[in-house]
Each structure stands twice: as C-alpha cells, then as structure tokens.
C-alpha cells in the first residue's frame, strides 16, 4: 500500500467503527451479527445496550432507523431522504417517517467558508456587498447566505461546507460495502437491491455536490415556464459561480402549506392548489423534466398569488421514449388490454423476468376497476398507492426517475388537498394527459420519425457499396475480414485436458486390475497363506489408484 492511501484507509476505519456503533446503539446488533460484522466489534456491543437511545426504548423500526441515520450525519440522512422518494420499495409508514429527517446542521462560522469564495473568484467581494455572514439556511451540504449584488439585487448565496465531499465520498464506500454484505447475508432485504439504491443515491449526491450542475437545472426550468406566468424561478447570476458556490435570485414569499396566513393576505388557497398542480403535470407529462422534491419548504406564494420554486439539486427527467411508453401504459389501461400495459412494463424495464400469474390476475382486476370510473370522482392518491402496493408485492422495481416521479405526484395530491379539500387532482390530469396521448398519435411526429430513419436509410446506403467492395477484396485473398473472438479457451482446454487425465488412469484401472485377476487364478510366484502374492499387490496398487481418481472427482466436483 502507498504511503499516500493509508491516512485515507485509517479514517475510513474509523468512520467504520462509529458507523457499527451507532447501529449497534440503535438496537441492530442482530442486523450487524447476521452480516458477519459481530465478531470485530463485540467489545462495542455492552456499553452501547447500557445507554438506550428513546427511541430504542418506544420506538418502531421505521423510527429507529429514522434515528440512527440522522445521527450519523449528512450522507446518512441524505440516503434516508433518498429513500423516502422510493414509495415503490418502502411501506407507506417507513415514507413518513424518513420524510421526517431534517437537513439542517449547526451553522459553520463565516470565516471558514470565505476561502471556498476566494477560490472560486478572488474579486467577490466588489460584486457581492452587504453579504450577511448568519446564514439563512444550513444544510448537510452547503450554506445559504443573503447578500445584495453592486447593481443592487437581493441574491441568495449557496456555499458548499469544505471538506464535505471527502466524507461523503468516505461514506458511500462504506455504505456501498455494507449494502453488498446486506444484500449476501439478509434474505428478506434483497428485494430492496441495496448495492443498487446505494449505486444511485451515489449518483444523486455527486451530482448535488456539484453546483455547477443545479445552476444548469435551473436554468432548463426556468426555460420551460418562461410562458407560464404564474410560476417564478429564481435566476441564476453567472458573475460568481462554480462547482462549490451558486448565486442566485433571493425568493421571500410565504410557505405554501401555511392556509391560515395565505387567507390572511387575501390568497385563495384553492388558486395556489390548481396552480402549483398544473405546473408539476407539465413538468411530467409535457417537459419531461420535473422537481423531484416538491416538498412545503420547497414552494413558496408570490403576491398576490404566484409560487416560486427554489432548491433544484434533486430533479427527475423522462425522456420522450419513456413519456411515450406513459402513453401506451395509458391507453391499455383505458382500453382494458392487459397485454399492451404488460408491454409498457416490460419496456420501461419494470419486469425483467416472468411474473407469477396471481400478478397478472391482479393487474386484470385493477384495470377493470378503474376502467369504468369517470375520471372526476378519482383518486390520484389512491391510484398511485395501489400501483406501489403492487409493485412491492411482486418487488418490481422501478427505474429512479419514475420512482421520483411516484413520489412528486403522490407529494402534489398531499399538497394540493391541503390547500383545497374539494379539488380533484385526477380531473386537472385530464388535459395533460390527453395532450400526452395526442402526441403519441400525432402524424407530423410519425413523418419526423420516418424522415429520420429514411436518412438513416440512405446514409447506409451510400457507404454500403464501398464497405462492401472492401470486403469482397479481402475475401478474395484468403483473408476473413471481420473479427472473431472465442473466449473462454484456456477453460475448455483444461477440461479436455483433465478428461484425459482421468480416461487414462482410468484404462490402467482396468488393465491392473485384468492382469491381477489372471495372476490370482494362475499363480505366479510366491503364495502367502494361500493368496498370490504378486496378484494380490496389483490388486491393492488398482484400489488405491481407483480412491485417488475418485477423490480428485469428488473435490472438483466435476464428473
């Protein structure tokens, strides 16, 4: 090992310890012990049972775990936020409770954050003035501090807290590691395919790392609600940016879930429910493109009855192929055909493997149950909750994006009906789903798509006779131009080579032992106690080859 690895294979070591304690603290000692992890650190296992936790005392399973990830810091309670936006793997109880783990840590002093700024753009400070060194918000991940630009703009500056990427990179090897241990040692969490979860909450932290690429997403929404008055989004300001600073259009407004106050400056609540509904169904069904996480603290009313976004690190896309497949999913569903929505399924790679047939009784009975009901007196709610219910049963899983996209739709029926008990979630999906299905069918797109193959066609065309040309000329000459490979020949060798073997031990078996047989019915030299000696050696010798042949079978365990 490298001089260089080993500070970074001592903290990983030691993070490793405190992450067993706290889950050892937490009452999953039994978890630790059927991964193996019981015999390393059973000294840990007493003074941890001495100091119970409440939680351990009173608390269910799902409030336990809720507990041990937000004491073990920012990655921890991140994979818990992720998995809370999995309602197709998680119980609705396990949601709620992981919906709970609060991001917010103690604030780091101004002064250790300003070099991440200096580093950034050394001639911050002539363009961002009367900058507020209390933040207005703390997260695992980054700051937020309010500052007002030189022109004279309210901004809102998101700084990212040093050394933060190294542990949470330091903890996803960890959890990574613990998650395969899990998922080779814990039958029941397998249909969770932890090593999968971990693979991409990975992919969502690194990306929220980087602010670079949030200011990029919010830039692609504000793109897509440029016509659509009644959704603000905060600009991004490019004069002082990087992968560790964003600045950005400050919001004040009024959180979106307070009815009482909203009521107060003459806000109709059932407004803001049909406005911020619209908004997240084109950004389903239309852009392809939405907010994963449109939580309360997220969404913020404009007077005199706007909503403004903010916080766009988790954001979900569908790209036209999958919004197409939507479509068809859609169809079937209207149409009653059970077969097309398994085809859906099957393409947005749902099932991978044949299901039972209790699953496609099931499927049949919630097509016909829903097919007939004018779409005003349903629940989305309900609907969705049922899907998810099923896809747990028969743990299937779904892809990240349409998991995210579940939960946005699930978290904007909980909103929405908050904000108007009597608004029809459902009836507001009609347009744009309908919008979504004519698109499908629309002919102008079928004549792109054909136009397109077409010179995809021709383009092949052109360069076939040329290709081809090449080919026959090599041909010609006794050459075979395209590339072979065979793999696995060492392998198959050392089988031939071992069936050999063991064919010739096996003849000389057999000759010793037809050779023995003879010299014991026609002695030949010395007898003892009546037994031909030389006989009775070939005998012995043909045995103890036939054990030896036997054993070397058995031990490779091929025949």
Same mark, same amino acid.
């Given at each position: 090992? @490298?001089?260089?690895?080993?500070?970074?294979?001592?903290?990983?070591?030691?993070?490793?310890?405190?992450?067993?304690?706290?889950?050892?603290?937490?009452?999953?000692?039994?978890?630790?012990?059927?991964?193996?992890? +019981?015999?390393?650190?059973?000294?840990?296992?007493?003074?941890?049972?001495?100091?119970?936790?409440?939680?351990?005392?009173?608390?269910?399973?799902?409030?336990?775990?809720?507990?041990?990830?937000?004491?073990?810091? /920012?990655?921890?309670?991140?994979?818990?936020?992720?998995?809370?936006?999995?309602?197709?793997?998680?119980?609705?109880?396990?949601?709620?409770?992981?919906?709970?783990?609060?991001?917010?840590?103690?604030?780091?002093?101004?002064?250790?954050?300003?070099?991440?700024?200096?580093?950034?753009?050394a001639e911050w400070p002539a363009w961002l003035v009367e900058l507020d060194p209390v933040p207005l918000g703390s997260a695992s991940i980054a700051q937020v501090h309010a500052a007002?630009? +030189?022109?004279?703009?309210?901004?809102?500056?998101?700084?990212? @807290?040093?050394?933060?990427?190294?542990?949470?990179?330091?903890?996803?090897?960890?959890?990574?590691?613990?998650?395969?241990?899990?998922?080779?040692?814990? $039958? $029941?969490?397998?249909?969770?395919?932890?090593?999968?979860?971990?693979?991409?909450?990975?992919?969502?932290?690194?990306? $929220?790392?980087?602010?670079?690429?949030?200011?990029?997403?919010?830039?692609?929404?504000?793109?897509?609600?440029?016509?659509? /008055?009644?959704?603000?989004?905060?600009?991004?300001?490019?004069?002082?940016?990087?992968?560790?600073?964003?600045?950005? %259009?400050?919001?004040? #407004?009024?959180?979106?879930?307070?009815?009482? %106050?909203?009521?107060?400056?003459?806000?109709?609540?059932?407004?803001?429910?049909?406005?911020?509904?619209?908004?997240?169904?084109?950004?389903?069904?239309?852009?392809?493109?939405?907010?994963?996480?449109?939580?309360?603290?997220?969404?913020?009313?404009?007077?005199?009855?706007?909503? +403004?976004?903010?916080?766009?690190?988790?954001?979900?896309?569908?790209?036209?192929?999958?919004?197409?497949?939507?479509?068809?999913?859609l169809i079937g569903v209207v149409r009653q055909d059970t077969r097309a929505v398994v085809r859906g399924l099957i393409r947005l790679g749902v099932i991978q493997k044949p299901p039972p047939p209790a699953f496609f009784q099931?499927?049949?009975?919630?097509?016909?149950?829903?097919?007939?009901?004018?779409?005003?007196?349903?629940?989305?709610?309900?609907?969705?909750?049922?899907?998810?219910?099923?896809?747990?049963?028969?743990?299937?899983?779904?892809?990240?994006?349409?998991?995210?996209?579940?939960?946005?739709?699930?978290?904007?029926?909980?909103?929405?009906?908050?904000?108007?008990?009597?608004?029809?979630?459902?009836?507001?999906?009609?347009?744009?789903?309908?919008?979504?299905?004519?698109?499908?069918?629309?002919?102008?797109?079928?004549?792109?798509?054909?136009?397109?193959?077409? %010179?995809?066609?021709?383009?092949?065309?052109?360069?076939?006779?040329?290709?081809?040309?090449?080919?026959?000329?090599?041909?010609?000459? #006794?050459?075979?131009?395209?590339?072979?490979?065979?793999?696995?020949? &060492?392998?198959?060798?050392? &089988?031939?080579? @071992?069936?050999?073997?063991?064919?010739?031990?096996?003849?000389?078996?057999?000759?010793?032992?037809?050779?023995?047989?003879?010299?014991?019915?026609?002695?030949?030299?010395?007898?003892?106690?009546?037994? /031909?000696?030389?006989?009775?050696?070939?005998?012995?010798?043909?045995?103890?080859?036939?054990?030896?042949?036997?054993?070397?079978?058995?031990?490779?365990?091929?025949?």
């Open positions: 090992m @490298r001089l260089v690895q080993i500070p970074k294979a001592y903290r990983q070591l030691r993070r490793f310890r405190q992450i067993v304690q706290v889950l050892a603290r937490y009452g999953f000692w039994d978890v630790l012990a059927r991964m193996g992890l +019981a015999g390393p650190y059973e000294r840990l296992r007493g003074p941890w049972r001495r100091r119970p936790t409440p939680e351990l005392v009173h608390g269910t399973t799902p409030q336990r775990v809720r507990a041990a990830l937000q004491e073990l810091g /920012p990655t921890f309670i991140k994979l818990g936020q992720f998995l809370s936006l999995r309602p197709d793997l998680l119980p609705v109880e396990w949601v709620h409770e992981l919906e709970q783990l609060q991001d917010r840590v103690i604030p780091q002093p101004w002064a250790e954050l300003r070099p991440v700024l200096d580093q950034t753009h007002r630009t +030189a022109d004279g703009r309210a901004v809102a500056v998101k700084v990212r @807290r040093p050394h933060i990427e190294r542990l949470i990179r330091t903890d996803l090897d960890i959890l990574a590691f613990l998650a395969d241990l899990a998922d080779r040692h814990i $039958e $029941e969490l397998r249909p969770l395919r932890l090593p999968v979860l971990v693979a991409q909450a990975r992919q969502v932290l690194e990306r $929220e790392l980087d602010l670079r690429i949030e200011a990029q997403q919010i830039e692609r929404f504000r793109r897509n609600f440029q016509d659509f /008055p009644e959704i603000v989004v905060p600009a991004v300001d490019w004069t002082v940016h990087g992968d560790a600073v964003l600045v950005v %259009e400050r919001i004040e #407004g009024i959180r979106i879930d307070r009815v009482d %106050e909203l009521i107060r400056h003459g806000v109709d609540p059932a407004h803001i429910a049909r406005v911020g509904a619209r908004a997240l169904l084109k950004q389903v069904f239309i852009d392809g493109f939405f907010h994963a996480d449109p939580h309360p603290g997220n969404l913020f009313v404009l007077l005199p009855g706007r909503i +403004a976004v903010i916080d766009f690190g988790i954001m979900g896309t569908l790209d036209e192929t999958i919004r197409e497949v939507l479509a068809d999913i099931e499927l049949n009975d919630f097509i016909g149950r829903y097919s007939g009901i004018p779409i005003e007196r349903m629940s989305m709610r309900m609907v969705l909750e049922e899907v998810l219910a099923h896809l747990r049963r028969y743990h299937l899983f779904l892809a990240t994006d349409l998991a995210l996209m579940f939960k946005a739709l699930l978290t904007l029926d909980s909103l929405a009906r908050k904000l108007d008990p009597d608004l029809q979630t459902a009836e507001i999906a009609r347009p744009f789903v309908q919008q979504l299905v004519r698109r499908r069918y629309n002919p102008l797109r079928y004549g792109r798509r054909i136009v397109q193959q077409a %010179e995809q066609v021709l383009s092949m065309t052109a360069s076939t006779p040329l290709e081809f040309e090449w080919f026959w000329q090599q041909f010609s000459r #006794g050459q075979w131009p395209l590339p072979m490979e065979v793999r696995n020949l &060492s392998s198959l060798e050392d &089988s031939v080579q @071992r069936g050999f073997h063991r064919m010739a031990w096996a003849m000389v078996i057999g000759s010793l032992l037809v050779a023995s047989a003879l010299l014991m019915v026609r002695p030949v030299g010395p007898v003892w106690y009546g037994i /031909p000696v030389v006989g009775a050696i070939g005998w012995l010798a043909a045995l103890l080859m036939a054990l030896v042949l036997g054993f070397q079978a058995l031990r490779s365990g091929r025949w």
